[in-house]
């Protein structure tokens, strides 16, 4: 039969184009936000990172982006590779208690 | 290669059994978090500790679940008595206070209560 659980959104993409994946977050007293990407069988690794002072942050091949006013955070990896599939998280961390909590995370696949 | 080591990767048990996953930090880090993951409700915060202390298990079904840290290089997580709907991938991470805030995770612990 078929099974009730999380359906992660889900992007798929050609090799060589850009990825955008998205995140609302939902505390807007959150001042620090997170990437993570999760690859099958492993933990979550740390992508990039973003404080809320700043709207924009650039790493090797990606972008974050915070909107605090619609409480929105993207992801864009530039040229993406085979290697990008995954599911990605954001994560973001509360002043008051700086404990971390994550959103439901979306799967990119990357079509060679 | 610095890296968090959680026991055991996997581990299979029946209902009503204690389960007990360990965890080693990254030398030097001072927040440790414990995580669960499954494909009902994806990643959730189960316990944070901070210097050893706990800081909030608020995500932490108390009846059952226990979280500790003895010592700086070791952190526990035990469910007692563990129950099917316990199943699931837990992850430990930790990190530095007052840093970045970014956490380094370990591969997880998968259980399987059956």
């Known amino acids: 039969g078929e099974s009730v659980g999380l359906h992660l959104p889900t992007l798929s993409v050609q090799e060589g184009d850009n990825s955008i994946i998205n995140c609302a977050y939902s505390?807007?007293?959150?001042?620090?936000f997170i990437w993570y990407k999760q690859e099958s069988g492993k933990g979550p690794q740390f992508i990039i990172d973003i404080r809320s002072n700043m709207d924009k942050r650039q790493g090797q091949r990606v972008t974050v982006l915070l909107n605090k006013t619609v409480k929105h955070l993207s992801l864009q990896i530039a040229a993406t590779q085979p290697g990008d599939s995954a599911v990605y998280f954001c994560a973001e961390i509360c002043p008051n208690n700086n404990d971390m909590r994550f959103g439901a995370g979306t799967r990119l696949t990357v079509k060679p | 290669d610095a890296r968090v080591t959680q026991t055991p990767r996997d581990k299979v048990t029946e209902m009503g059994q204690e389960v007990t996953m360990r965890c080693q930090p990254i030398?030097?880090?001072?927040?440790v978090f414990w995580y669960r993951q499954t494909m009902m409700q994806g990643l959730e915060l189960l316990a944070y500790f901070r210097n050893r202390a706990p800081l909030d298990d608020s995500g932490m079904p108390k009846d059952r679940f226990s979280a500790e840290m003895p010592d700086a290089t070791l952190a526990t997580l035990k469910i007692q008595p563990s129950e099917p709907r316990d199943s699931a991938v837990y992850f430990c991470a930790s990190g530095l206070a007052g840093s970045a805030g970014e956490l380094f995770f370990g591969e997880g612990s998968r259980l399987t209560v059956l």
């Open positions: 030398l030097g880090h001072n927040t």
């Open positions: 505390n807007s007293a959150s001042d620090y």
